[in-house]
């Protein structure tokens, strides 16, 4: 599974983005997805999670209810919409994925994209 960020830029605090990620290969509706980011100077951390079937989310403290992560299995697609942003979200966003049910946890997940940087400005 190759996997493919876009969507990241330079916003404005309270402003949106919606981050993409497309993956390759035919199997994935099998694959639970998760956003990560990764702050200079910070370890990388979990954001968001859905299951294979898209009926379960689940959300970093941080972001719950401001982030939305959704999925389109039939276009090998999974979103992250981000509304009011603040100066912490910004990072470099990741999206994998994971032969498993759903993880909030990096190491459960066997492949990850090169990442989208997202800059929010106060």
């Known amino acids: 599974v190759q996997l493919v960020e876009s969507g990241g830029g330079l916003v404005q605090a309270g402003g949106s983005l919606r981050l993409s990620c497309a993956a390759s290969?035919?199997?994935?509706?099998?694959?639970?997805m998760g956003w990560f980011r990764q702050a200079p100077g910070k370890e990388r951390e979990f954001v968001a999670a859905?299951?294979?079937?898209?009926?379960?989310?689940y959300y970093a403290d941080s972001v719950k209810g401001r982030f939305t992560i959704s999925r389109d299995n039939a276009k090998n697609t999974v979103y992250l919409q981000m509304n009011s942003l603040k100066p912490d979200d910004t990072a470099v966003y990741y999206c994998?994925?994971?032969?498993?049910?759903?993880?909030?946890?990096?190491?459960?997940?066997?492949?990850w994209g090169q990442g989208t940087q997202v800059t929010v400005s106060s």
């Open positions: 994998a994925a994971g032969l498993t049910e759903i993880a909030t946890v990096a190491p459960k997940y066997d492949y």
């Open positions: 290969g035919r199997t994935f509706s099998l694959y639970a």
């Open positions: 859905i299951s294979w079937s898209g009926g379960s989310t």
